[in-house]
């Protein structure tokens, strides 16, 4: 039987957990820290000019972050197997690029900017970096001080999945199908390892030949798994629609990026995309707000199982005292 504090416990929680993601706001650090887009886009550009690809790297390790717990940092704790979970294991970069910002934040405003407010903008910024749309980036997260192996490598889509289960991947956060497709095009940047796209070069048959065989002399049938290749072939390091182009022609290069284009339902968006670059980039921008909404801890909100350790970000911020 449920007794009036357990109801008014579970209305709390209720509340809370509704108002989450209405409490994120572009003018959040308006009052406390002015200049943190600047802070972080001055750094983010000396480091996508030292290394372009880092602009890649960058938004996907928001997105890997945001698809467990929500966009909490959790990826960037050592402990709790997140940052060593399977689809993340010598995969996702870019930590080093998040100390140096939050050291260069924390100079300006101490105590104020979380590391999961840092990993949106830093994805925002390495998107436009090389040539992808802008958007204005609701901010106001906390960082979690756990973090969750088992739950990273359930929720983050391999790159053997098959259309069913891309869509019911991102279903699982709150995104639909076109979401996800217009989200994948996240792969017109960066590069990927010859074990993730083995069996897709050597087995798929919706793969062009040329393509295949061309892809086959960088990535060899054993053997050479860490040797990289660009995700977009044609236009590697610029944020274009080029993406589509190439699912059209049989050349995507993950298994996942051609079920896009397989006969199936993203076929017509597709096309769409392909022929409408305008369309493209304010649908993925409108996306990627979303992502940047999954789940996030907002105001004096915790999610903590004792205190996890990573470099800079372990000490979130509500434990200095500063819950805005
Ligand atoms: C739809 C399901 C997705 C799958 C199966 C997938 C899978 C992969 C894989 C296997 C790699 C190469 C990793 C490696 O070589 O270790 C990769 C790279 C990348 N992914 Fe995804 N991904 C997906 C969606 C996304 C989304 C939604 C984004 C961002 C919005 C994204 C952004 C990136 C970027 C930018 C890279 C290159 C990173 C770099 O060069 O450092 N991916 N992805
Ligand atoms: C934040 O600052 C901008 C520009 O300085 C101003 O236009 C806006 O009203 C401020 N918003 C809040 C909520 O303080
Ligand atoms: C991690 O995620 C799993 C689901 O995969 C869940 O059962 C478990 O309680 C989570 N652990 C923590 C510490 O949050
Ligand atoms: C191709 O598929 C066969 C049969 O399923 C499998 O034995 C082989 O390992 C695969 N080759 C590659 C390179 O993935």
């Known amino acids: ?33 002015h200049s943190v887009e600047d802070i972080v886009w001055a750094e983010m550009k000396l480091a996508v000019n030292k290394e372009r690809r880092t602009g890649a790297s960058l938004l996907r390790l928001f997105f890997h972050d945001c698809f467990v717990q929500g966009c909490d940092a959790s990826i960037l704790l050592d402990d709790g197997g997140e940052k060593s979970a399977g689809p993340n294991a010598d995969s996702v ?61 359930a929720n983050l889509p391999a790159a053997g999945s098959s259309l069913k289960a891309l869509i019911a991947s991102f279903a699982k956060q709150g995104l639909s199908a076109s979401d996800m497709t217009v989200l994948s095009a996240a792969h ?65 290069l993950l298994h996942s990026d051609q079920e896009l284009f397989s006969g199936g339902s993203q076929d017509a968006l597709v096309r769409q995309y392909s022929s409408n670059p305008a369309l493209f980039r304010d649908d993925f921008a409108r996306a990627m707000i979303k992502v940047g909404n999954i789940n996030p801890l907002t105001g004096v909100q915790r999610r903590t199982h004792g205190v996890l350790k990573h470099s800079i970000c372990s000490v979130p911020i509500f434990q200095k005292g500063k819950p805005a």
């Open 188 to 252: 017109t940047i960066g590069l990927a390892r010859c074990t993730t796209f083995r069996d897709r070069i050597y087995n798929d048959s919706n793969i062009d030949a040329a393509f295949a065989s061309q892809q086959q002399q960088m990535c060899p049938q054993s053997g050479d798994d860490n040797s990289l290749v660009p995700m977009d072939v044609k236009t590697p390091m610029k944020f274009d629609s080029v993406y589509f182009q190439n699912l059209m022609d049989r050349r995507g």
């Open 1 to 33: 039987m449920a007794n009036p504090t357990l109801m008014r416990c579970l209305l709390a929680v209720a509340l809370l957990s509704s108002v989450a993601h209405a409490q994120l706001s572009t003018t959040f650090y308006n009052a406390s820290c």
């Open 93 to 153: 970069r870019g930590f080093d690029v998040i100390d140096t910002i939050k050291a260069s934040v924390e100079k300006k405003c101490p105590g104020v900017v979380s590391c999961a407010d840092i990993l949106a903008l830093a994805a925002r910024d390495g998107t436009f970096l090389l040539g992808g749309p802008f958007w204005d980036v609701p901010l106001g997260r906390r960082d979690s001080t756990t973090a969750n192996g088992s739950l990273a490598n």
